[in-house]
């Protein structure tokens, strides 16, 4: 009988298994992409986690290094990426009113330029992408609960401008790519999400009362609290993302993802005060400018199209977010 060429040889089975899918995070070593991948990882896929670590971190993927199906990609997505995955999730932007106002001329380009290099790529290698928009796209809203056929009410060039019109324009470049080239496309429009893994100076509403109480430092409300947002907890929001990458090619969105539960910055501070016992005072500094007055999202499409509603209320994950804190805090983070 004839030998085969292979025989002796070292095992040349190729790495590659159609059955496992290739999957892309960018912004996956931040708050929200760090539970992302920890969840994709868990249902068996093979991870591609790529940030320039701009308000993301390492320790926040630490613990997926050691694991076969991940891999963590130092790049700024403004510039082009040629990699070969099945699906993308853009989540690379930072989201902190704080940080993305830090160096603004770079928030528009990752919004825009990131856009657009991780749209082609998605057309060259026929990936499934979708984006984290915001409900930023509608700016201080003239219409309430927000339903995703409100154009919105955004000024083009104030200080959140860098945020909201670039995640706008992401969002057009998203329907172009899908009308222009038939890409397979998912855009959903994120309400405030909070929960373990922020980081203590994220900047945000709810890290920073639950910082602030649990040091006992003041807490700090921003114009006369009356303010609105609704919050939703973190692995809420994950399910609702996976859920929507999973729909059928003809549910592009934009749907909106997140908790109907409308809460003001006073309602807010009073909860996170009783819930870790502090007795920090508040303190009244000025609001923001373009500070939006309200925001609530109509989630029918999200409950219709991805069979999602959010489970947990807010005392509950503010429950485990200063858990999460309290631990971190005690290991002195500061
Ligand atoms: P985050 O700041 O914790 O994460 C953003 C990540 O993107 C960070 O790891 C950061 O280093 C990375 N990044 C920033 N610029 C980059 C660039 N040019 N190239 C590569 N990586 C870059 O914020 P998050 O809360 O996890 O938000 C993630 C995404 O979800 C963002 O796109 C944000 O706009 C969107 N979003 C979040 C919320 C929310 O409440 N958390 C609400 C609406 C939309
Ligand atoms: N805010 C506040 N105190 C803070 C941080 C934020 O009162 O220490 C207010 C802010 O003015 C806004 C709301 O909380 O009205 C939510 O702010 P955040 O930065 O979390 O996100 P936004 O929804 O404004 O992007």
New binding site residues.
């Given amino acids: 009988m004839a030998k085969s060429p292979l025989e002796g040889m070292a095992d040349v089975t190729p790495s590659y298994d159609p059955m496992v899918k290739r999957v892309m995070v960018t912004g996956g070593a931040g708050f929200l992409g760090s539970h992302l991948c920890d969840r994709l990882i868990e249902a068996g896929n093979e991870v591609l986690c790529v940030d320039n670590y701009f308000t993301g971190r390492r320790s926040n993927v630490a613990h997926l290094l050691d694991h076969a199906n991940f891999e963590l990609m130092r790049h700024d997505v403004t510039f082009p990426l040629y990699v070969e995955v099945d699906e993308i999730y853009n989540l690379a932007c930072p989201a902190?009113?704080v940080h993305y106002q830090h160096d603004p001329v770079q928030t528009t380009k990752t919004s825009v330029h990131g856009a657009i290099n991780m749209l082609g790529l998605a057309k060259r290698i026929n990936a499934k992408i979708f984006q984290a928009s915001t409900s930023?796209v509608y700016g201080d809203p003239s219409v309430d609960p927000q339903t995703e056929e409100y154009w919105g009410n955004v000024n083009p060039i104030g200080i959140r401008s860098c945020y909201d019109e670039g995640k706008r324009c992401a969002e057009t470049l998203f329907f172009d790519y899908h009308r222009q080239h038939d890409l397979r496309i998912k855009v959903g429009r994120i309400f405030?999400t909070y929960g373990p893994g922020m980081h203590p100076k994220d900047?945000?509403?709810?890290s920073?009362f639950i910082v602030q109480a649990l040091k006992g430092d003041p807490i700090?409300?921003?114009?006369n609290?009356e303010?609105t947002?609704s919050f939703c907890y973190v692995d809420d929001l994950i399910a609702a993302v996976m859920a929507m990458m999973a729909t059928e090619d003809d549910v592009t969105g934009p749907i909106n993802l997140g908790n109907p539960g409308e809460f003001s910055?006073l309602e807010l501070a009073e909860t996170v005060l009783e819930l870790t016992g502090s007795s920090s005072r508040l303190v009244f500094q000025p609001?923001?400018h373009d500070?939006?007055k309200q925001?609530c999202p109509d989630i029918s499409k999200a409950k219709k199209y991805l069979g999602w509603a959010p489970k947990v209320p807010l005392r509950e994950g503010l429950g485990k977010t200063i858990t999460y804190f309290d631990a971190l805090l005690s290991g002195r983070e500061d």
């Fill in positions: 902190s009113p930023e405030n900047g945000r509403v709810v920073n700090t409300i921003f114009g609290g303010q947002r910055m609001l923001p500070d939006p925001r």
